[in-house]
């Protein structure tokens, strides 16, 4: 018989599991991805952590990241969540393997359940992928891809303008449409089919993405095909939390204001309080509740 390995933090099973599910992003895009798990799994308690102090992801390097993420890995371990989702496209592009080397509870991405559903949506087998240039920069996404289905071709364009015109509510304006015509031309006379919107924040421009690259092309959001895939994980680990009515709660890195301000828009809730914390790596963190 082998040695018994020494367990990584969140090696627990047991059938029906009332522990949270930590789900993190670098800011508020997040909750569009929380917003799906919370529709499919309603039973679930749910624990969002946005790292609001640090937002954007997008523009940083891989090394920067990975430490982001192994901090917030650290901070939901020290709370007991059963699994973990990294909402954030930047992150899971980056810092998935990592983190799935250090702990054992399911730790799902966006980009391989996004990249899975494009896979299986395309006829024409042309996908284009949007995402911050990070994301569009690690190859995450393509690599994803081409492991279902080697035959596809990529199309990838960085659209970092999306993320503020999101924040700022600017989803459908005459500037939102100019920039997203600046951004999908090449994509749209590439003749894609479908198009991963390989980033928190697009959703909330997806009509205006839509309208631009007309009807013939499918709009994959990473978000809901990520929660079918923490539905199959759990399920398959006995991990559901089997009655009752889940709920939600919300800590930040920096002052939770402008957070709750425009949660509700990413949320389709309102996210009526938040709690700040500091992040302390390795050492777990503190918390402060400034806001409720
Ligand atoms: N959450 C990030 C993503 O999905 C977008 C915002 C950022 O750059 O941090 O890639």
């Given at each position: 018989m082998s040695p018994e390995k020494p367990k990584k933090p969140g090696a627990r099973g047991r059938a029906g599991d009332d522990r949270p599910i930590g789900v993190f992003d670098s800011?508020?895009?997040g909750l569009t991805v929380l917003s799906s798990i919370a529709e499919l799994l309603p039973k679930e308690n749910l624990m969002y952590l946005g790292d609001t102090a640090r937002v954007?992801?997008?523009?940083?390097s891989a090394e920067t990241i990975n430490a982001y993420a192994l901090e917030t890995a650290e901070f939901f371990a020290a709370r007991g969540v059963k699994a973990m989702v990294i909402a954030c496209n930047t992150a899971s592009a980056m810092a998935l393997p990592m983190l799935r080397e250090r702990f054992s509870m399911p730790i799902l991405g966006v980009v391989e359940p996004g990249a899975a559903a494009a896979a299986k949506q395309t006829v024409n087998g042309r996908v284009g992928v949007i995402g911050t240039e990070a994301t569009m920069a690690s190859g995450a996404y393509p690599q994803a891809l081409l492991s279902v289905n080697p035959e596809i071709e990529i199309f990838t364009r960085a659209c970092p303008l999306f993320v503020p015109l999101a924040e700022e509510g600017w989803v459908d304006n005459d500037v939102a449409r100019r920039v997203v015509a600046r951004y999908l031309s090449s994509l749209k006379a590439s003749g894609v089919d479908t198009l991963v919107l390989?980033?928190?924040?697009?959703p909330l421009l997806g009509e205006a993405i839509g309208r631009y690259l007309g009807e013939n092309v499918d709009i994959i959001d990473s978000a809901a095909a990520t929660a079918r895939a923490l539905r199959t994980a759990l399920r398959r680990d006995g991990?559901?939390?089997?009655r009752g009515r889940g709920e939600a709660s919300f800590f930040v890195t920096d002052v939770p204001d402008r957070f709750m301000r425009l949660g509700t828009r990413f949320?389709?809730?309102?996210?009526s309080s938040a709690v700040r914390v500091v992040l302390r790596g390795a050492e777990g963190f503190a918390g402060n509740n400034v806001a409720g």
């Open positions: 800011g508020v895009g954007p992801y997008g523009t940083k390989g980033c928190t924040h697009y991990l559901l939390k089997p949320y389709g809730e309102s996210v």
